[in-house]
Each structure stands twice: as C-alpha cells, then as structure tokens.
DNA sequence: TCAAAACGTTAACAAAAGATAAGGAATTTA
DNA sequence: TAAATTCCTTATCTTTTGTTAACGTTTTGA
C-alpha cells in the first residue's frame, strides 16, 4: 500500500470522529507520515518516550509488558484503530509497554509536533481539539468497560463475554496472548475452555 | 456553600485542563448549576441516561453496581474530581451503574444540553472542546494505569501500590469498597493485610 | 440512648488460579 | 525438509481466592 491509498483509509475512518472539509483535511493531510513496521519490530517500547499516534491500514500490534522475564500481553491494536503508548505520548513521560507489529504492519503516523502543530493552526485547531476530544472519549469508554470487567466478573465470565461479543482478538490472537488480555494465565484459560466445553 | 464560593474553588481547579479568560468564564459560568445531594442519594441509577457531569466542591461518592444482590464498589470521587456516569453521559445510552454520595455532597454540574450548547457556542467551542479533550484525555491515563495493575499485578501487588501511593482512598474508604476497588473480596483483603503484617 | 446495622477479622471448606513440567500438534525458519 | 520453536492441553501440586458463618467492635439512626 502507498501512502496515498493508506490516506484514503485514513480519512474514510476519521468521519467517525471529526468531519473535515476539504480544506482542512488538505492541510492536515500534510501532517500525515506513512510507515511500516516489520514483523517482530516495535512501535514503541519501554523506557522510550512515545512521540506519536499511529493509525493502523494493515496489519496488527500487541501491547506487552515484561514482568519477571515473562510477556505479558495487556492489549491489541488492529486494521482502522490507533495505536500508542497513549499515556507517555500524552505526558511525555517514558513508557513502560512494547507494542510490536504482530505482522508488517503499515500505518498513518501523527507525530506529536504535527499535533502540537496542528492545534495551535488557527484553520485546524478546532477540529483538532474535536478530533483529541472524541479519541480520547472513545478509548475511555473502551477502558471503562474492561476495568468494570476486572471489578465485577469472573475470568470465566470475562472469557465468555470475549466469545459473545465475537471479537477479532478471537480469531488473529494466539489463545495465550488472550488469556493475559483476560489477566489470567495460559494454563488456566485453558482450564476455563475445557470447563465450558463439560457443562455446556 | 453557596453557588458561588463553589463556583471560585471550580474555576481554580478548571486551570488543570482550560485556561479561560474572563471573558470566557462569564459565559461559562451561566452555564453551570449547583446542586447538592443527601448522603446515600444518588447522582446517577442504572437505567437511567446519566446527562450530567459533576465536580465535586465537597464531599464524595462512590460508584456501584448490583451483582447477585451484592453490591460492587469499583470506584470513588472525592473533592476536586469530576463525577460521571462518563459512558452513559457520552452516549447517551442508560447506565449500568449506581453514583451515590457517601456524605453530604455538594457539585457544579454541567448538564449535557449546557455542554452541547457551549461546545456550539463560537466564543466558547473551542475552549470547550479542549476543555473535554484534556478532562478525557487524564481520566483515559487514570483508566489505563487502572488496566494495566489489573493484568500485570496480583491482588496483593495492587494493594501495596494503593498503600505506597497513600491515596484518600484509604483513608475515607472502608476496607471492603477498596476490596472491590482492587477487584478481590473484603475477606480476601483482609487476610492480605494479615499477610503483609506477618511477612514484614 | 439503645437496638440495629455495618465493619473487620478469623475459621473452615470448596473452588479456582498459579507454577512447573511433560507431551503432542502445528508452525516457523534455517 | 529437517530441526527448532511455538502453542495448547493436561497433570500434579501449591497458593490464593471465594463462600459462608461466627464473633466482637464500632457506627448509625430511630
């Protein structure tokens, strides 16, 4: 994919938070990088600070965090969603995650001196605000719905409601990524499986 | 308190997110409400669409939901804090959660009619939008910290941090909301707690 | 002020999860 | 294509958590 077929991805999605008109997108269009990241390679990784935000037109990353010499995958990104360290791009502090291209990937990159840039543009800064705002609203409910899994359900109960809402975590994520995401262990999602299989 | 001492410590606090001019503030300020509920009544009932925000000038609340007859506290607003039901006032849709004063409290509240109103308003949209990017953007990095200690730490891991990071919580919370907080039971707290006092 | 309710701890038992290791299937890669 | 690696399951054992109940203390509220 070029980088113009990937801005037409691009500029499809973001209708879902921020209607630009043709002036605005042409300049904010120019704020835009192209990248690719190999499979294996990072987009970001601990002790770094994460200067942008990407938006993925293929391809998938995991977020992981190395406790004890172990792995542990917290999240995932995939086709036509953001992906950063959201918290150190926000703050500037260093992050403390890996997020990896699960395979080549391709992404729009909005560093943040574009964004920087483009908020103090008298042209965009609205709608850029508008832009950050509904992201930022958008990913909260995200976050607000996965803490209230963690409060008030079972991993039982959280794998069950991963099968009924269906999601592509599902069919593109090896079982024991998803267990860590479920903040549970491979071995007893596993255990979770094979119980569900017996009583149904 | 009257409407306009809490409006003052408001305006303070609004200075994290927005800087507004004083301009800006009159016409801000027309828009927000004061309000004041009992102890134990409630800011916000599932079922209900929640079209308030509130910040809290005194008092506090904590956010519940009813599991098999049980109630579950996943989380608390003090002073100085926003408080919403943020997914159900963002969509629009009902709520799913209980926001009940724990002492006699008192708000501004923005209602969401006021919010879609300035957010309109060419004076103040943009200040506005900001505002709403920058109050999402801090709680999506609260929700985030949030997710992370739930998938990388153990119960015991989590209390710690609570206890390292010495937040009002612990003091004004009783034991068994700050169970359900960390996600385990008051029962499982308070043999963690045992375990530390042992093992230290 | 006095009864009721709420709170934290502890105990006993059941259920679930973590840790470790082994084995086989599938996938990767050299 | 053969060897290595990854992945999932299963088993065993340990640790932790959930459940229920009892008890004493503190707080609440009628």
Same mark, same amino acid.
């Given at each position: ?8 991805? $691009? ?10 008109? &043709?002036? &605005? ?20 990784? *601990? ?7 990407? $938006?993925?037109?293929?391809g998938s990353v ?12 917290? #999240?995932f990104s995939f086709?036509?969603? $953001?992906?950063?360290? #959201?918290?150190?791009?926000?703050? @500037? /502090? *260093? ?6 291209? /699960? &395979? ?17 543009? *008298?042209? /965009? ?6 832009? @950050? ?6 990913? /909260?409910?995200? #976050? ?10 079972? *991993?039982? &109960? ?10 592509e975590i599902l ?11 479920? @903040? ?17």
């Amino acid at each position: 994919m070029d980088k113009l077929a990937a801005q037409g991805i $691009f500029r499809e999605q973001l209708k879902k938070f921020v209607d630009l008109n &043709e002036a &605005e997108w042409i300049v904010f269009a120019q704020h835009l990088d192209f990248g690719a990241i190999k499979k294996k390679k990072f987009f970001a990784q *601990p002790g770094t600070v994460c200067r942008e935000i990407g $938006f993925i037109v293929k391809g998938s990353v995991r977020y992981y965090h190395v406790k004890d010499g172990e792995e542990i995958t917290g #999240y995932f990104s995939f086709e036509n969603e $953001f992906v950063s360290s #959201y918290k150190s791009y926000l703050t @500037g /502090l *260093p992050g403390t995650n890996y997020i990896q291209a /699960l &395979e080549d990937t391709e992404l729009i990159i909005i560093t943040h001196k574009s964004m920087e840039a483009m908020l103090a543009n *008298p042209v /965009l800064g609205y709608k850029m605000e508008q832009f @950050g705002r509904r992201v930022a609203e958008y990913y /909260l409910i995200c #976050y607000e719905d996965r803490v209230s899994s963690f409060v008030t359900k079972t *991993p039982e &109960e959280r794998y069950l409601d991963l099968l009924a809402t269906g999601r592509e975590i599902l069919q593109r994520m090896p079982q024991h990524y998803i267990a860590h995401f479920l @903040g549970i262990t491979p071995v007893s999602l596993s255990r979770i499986r094979r119980r569900i299989l017996i009583e149904k």
